[in-house]
Nanobody, 124 residues
């Protein structure tokens, strides 16, 4: 069983930055691929980024490429999402998720564990 706790959300002006953290409990964190998803107000949850279990491969949705960076520290059981040049359309609840199998999975159904989410609000 893996438990995930996100932190680092908040209110920021457009053009600003935030770093989200996702702390995981459990002895096998380094064997999980980790993803970030978001759910904008009134919309469905959508994929943002994913990093492989080795933390050497990653992939992003087009709208955040060049602005967001996903990384992980297996020694700290933590995955990060560095978000730069934030836009109002990035406003959403952000969730981290863990996948028992390796691979760059883009769909929410491919993940086994979820955090509770953290709110990110970008003002114009």
């Amino acid at each position: 069983q893996v438990q995930l706790v996100e932190s680092g959300g908040g209110l920021v002006q457009a053009g600003g930055s935030l770093r989200l953290s996702c702390a995981a409990t459990g002895p096998t964190f380094s064997t999980y691929a980790m993803g970030w998803f978001r759910q904008p107000p009134g919309k469905e949850r959508e994929f943002v980024a994913v990093v492989s279990w080795s933390r050497s491969r990653s992939y992003y949705t087009d709208s955040v490429k060049g602005r967001f960076t996903i990384s992980g520290d297996n020694a700290k059981n933590t995955v990060y999402l560095q978000m730069n040049s934030l836009k109002p359309e990035d406003t959403a609840v952000y969730y981290c998720a863990a996948r028992r199998r390796n691979g760059l999975e883009f769909t929410a159904g491919g993940y086994d564990y979820w955090g509770q989410g953290t709110q990110v609000t970008v003002s114009s």
